[in-house]
């Protein structure tokens, strides 16, 4: 199993700023994918962050408003742009177990509200 | 489309009971299907898969899950619940082939009353 660690585990934000959240796994993964919870919602995928590449986003989120970094094996950030309330949500970071067949850890997600 | 349905919100279950939250999918092939539980303010933690082999598997927590591959069903049980149990479910699939991305039910609500 992996262990991650994220940070800030929640926080309260302005309509218009920024905020990154990082993502710290205790060991080297390749991929490393960014969920979205919004309240009383189901997790939705937002990116997948490969190192040494470009993020892959899924179909409504775009880099301009959710640029992701990923510059080593254990680590790496999401910054929520521009934010509105819209963006309250819970952002979670997970990596996949060995193989196809692996299950995905969670870190214990960030909770965003932006007033 | 693919997808993952939970057809149950919530789930009321008294103690001592034996608990089964729904889960289906519309996944082509013979997808792997997994559970999550999260508790109030965590994270998700894997309770449980289905690969291959046995329909019944055994999982955390004493919870398992039985797979229906006619009825591409793969809903959790368990056999006696216990008030530590109330917290949100998931049922999620991965296509075989796939990269490593989860397609996720909406969550059930289980709720364990004394």
């Known amino acids: 199993s992996a262990v991650i660690s994220q940070k800030p585990s929640r926080d309260i934000c302005q309509r218009g700023t920024s905020l990154t959240i990082q993502c710290q796994v205790d060991s080297q993964v390749t991929m490393m994918f960014w969920y979205r919870q919004q309240p009383g919602q189901s997790l939705t995928l937002i990116a997948t962050a490969n190192q040494g590449s470009e993020a892959t986003y899924e179909s409504g989120f775009v880099i301009d408003k959710f640029p992701i970094s990923r510059p080593n094996l254990t680590f790496s ?12 949500s819970i952002y979670l970071c997970s990596v996949r177990g060995d193989g196809e067949t692996g299950e995905l850890f969670f870190g214990e997600g960030s909770r965003l509200t932006v007033l | 489309a693919q997808s993952v349905a939970q057809p149950e919100d919530q789930v009321n279950v008294a103690e001592g009971n034996p608990l089964t939250v729904k889960c289906t999918y519309s996944v082509s092939g013979n997808p792997y299907l997994f559970w999550y539980v999260q508790y109030p303010n965590r994270g998700l933690q894997f309770l449980l898969k289905y690969i291959t082999g046995d329909n019944l598997v055994k999982g955390s927590y004493g919870f398992e899950a039985e797979f229906n591959k006619s009825q591409t069903s793969f809903h959790l049980k368990k056999p006696s619940a216990l008030v530590s149990d109330s917290a949100l479910y998931f049922c999620a699939v991965r296509p075989r082939g796939s990269q490593g991305n989860l397609i996720f039910g909406k969550g059930t609500k289980l709720s364990v009353k004394p």
Not at chain 1, 77 to 88: G, H, Q, R
């Open chain 1, 77 to 88: 950030t999401l910054t929520v742009s521009n934010m509105s309330p819209e963006d309250s």
